[in-house]
């Protein structure tokens, strides 16, 4: 299966779902920084500005990733309902991509 991942390396859930990601030998990932230049990022703002999926995401003062497509054309959140991977333990240490520094991603 073909993932596309949008994520960056100052996310704790982006960095541990890519390792994830990275290891199953089912998974094909198109991995995309979106700290790693602008081109990237104004195209995960594409998605993240006209999408619905976003909306309750900006409502409440999130960034949106990790965000997920899928090569049929499914966009999640939150991979593990479309793999057969099991979900890591989640760390204690707050996400860093939150406002507040409390909630997810």
């Known amino acids: 299966m073909k993932i596309t991942m949008y994520g960056a390396p100052i996310c704790e859930d982006c960095v541990n ?3 994830v990601l990275l ?3 089912d998974i094909e990932l198109d991995y995309r920084n ?3 230049d602008t081109d990237t990022l104004k195209e995960f703002l594409s998605y993240r500005d006209h ?3 976003f909306e309750p995401v900006t409502k409440s ?3 949106g990733i990790p965000f997920y497509i899928l090569e049929d054309g ?3 959140f939150d991979i593990y309902d479309y793999i ?3 979900r890591p333990d989640s760390k ?3 996400s860093a991509c939150s406002i507040d520094g409390k909630g997810n991603c």
Request: glycine residues 4%.
């Open 23 to 25: 290891k199953s030998n």
């Open 92 to 94: 204690s240490v707050a």
């Open 74 to 76: 499914t966009k999640t």
């Open 84 to 86: 057969s991977v099991s």
């Open 17 to 19: 779902d890519k390792e």
């Open 51 to 53: 999408d619905p999926l």
């Open 34 to 36: 979106i700290i790693k």
């Open 61 to 63: 003062g999130k960034i």
